[in-house]
């Protein structure tokens, strides 16, 4: 698929693959925030699947893909504000955000920037990631190339052949890096609780977050909450592809009825 076919509003930090089966105005948008190392592509996927229900936006970071020369932001923070500066053209409309692992952080952040706008988002889908109250100390972003490129194989993210290729190492590593600098070096700040639904997915096997960690997120918010766990590790999405379909589906579905 050609940059001009994806890109959204000719923003780079948006991608669009799919035009909404609804027409436009009419579909709820939902946004995805991917993972740490991860590009929009991965969830080409998700995209596809979930036209039926929403229009479906993807966000592309720097440092990956066609943007794969410029320098990315290595602070939460930073990820978060390119992704709020280029919705601006979907405000007004019903926003849900999705997020897995890093991605579930800046969606976590972006709701509450909206919020404090004055729009909030209809909804808010958080996977694969512990909620920002559980203290960890997050230092992969300080190792080695092999040993933080060892972390991602394990999680089952990246293809081994991929990463075994010294070319494409030295393509993908600064990204990740950047990544994983910016969500290592995250520090929780507090606030009100957020007005917003929260729906929580995860991997029934993660070694990254466990259940009572994903649900530990129930704790920032004052609207409803729902958790559902699903068979597989970091990437179950991957795996359970069908069944996180329907439940992101499901949520979509939900927070419409709550408005």
């Not at 979930?50 to 939460?76: C, I």
């Not at 409309?93 to 729009?119: I, N, Q």
Request: hydrophobic letters at 40%; a negative charge; charged letters at 20%.
């Amino acid at each position: 698929m050609s940059t001009a076919r994806a890109a959204a509003s000719g923003n780079p930090w948006i991608r669009r693959f799919h035009p909404p089966a609804r027409p436009s105005g009419a579909a709820p948008v939902l946004v995805v925030l991917p993972h740490a190392g991860g590009n929009a592509s991965f969830y080409f996927p998700l995209s596809r699947d979930l036209a039926a229900h929403a229009e479906v936006l993807t966000a592309q970071y720097p440092g990956r893909q066609e943007r794969l020369g410029e320098p990315g932001p290595d602070t939460v923070a930073g990820l978060v504000g390119g992704v709020e500066g280029a919705l601006e053209p979907w405000r007004g409309r019903p926003l849900v955000l999705f997020g897995h692992s890093m991605g579930a952080v800046l969606a976590y952040e972006l709701a509450r920037r909206l919020e404090a706008s004055g729009e909030g988002p209809r909804g808010l889908i958080l996977s694969g990631r512990r909620s920002p109250l559980v203290p960890r100390h997050d230092d992969l972003h300080t190792r080695d190339d092999d040993a933080l490129l060892a972390h991602v194989q394990a999680l089952s993210g990246t293809d081994a052949g991929l990463l075994a290729d010294p070319e494409l190492r030295e393509m993908v590593l600064p990204a990740l890096r950047s990544d994983y600098r910016a969500v290592g070096t995250y520090r929780h700040e507090p606030g009100p609780p957020l007005r917003t639904p929260v729906s929580v997915l995860c991997g029934e096997s993660d070694p990254r977050t466990s259940a009572a960690e994903a649900m530990g997120w129930r704790e920032l918010t004052e609207a409803a909450f729902t958790f559902r766990g699903f068979p597989g590790g970091h990437f179950y999405l991957v795996g359970q592809h069908g069944a996180v379909v329907r439940a992101i589906a499901d949520d979509l579905e939900a927070f419409a009825a709550a408005v």
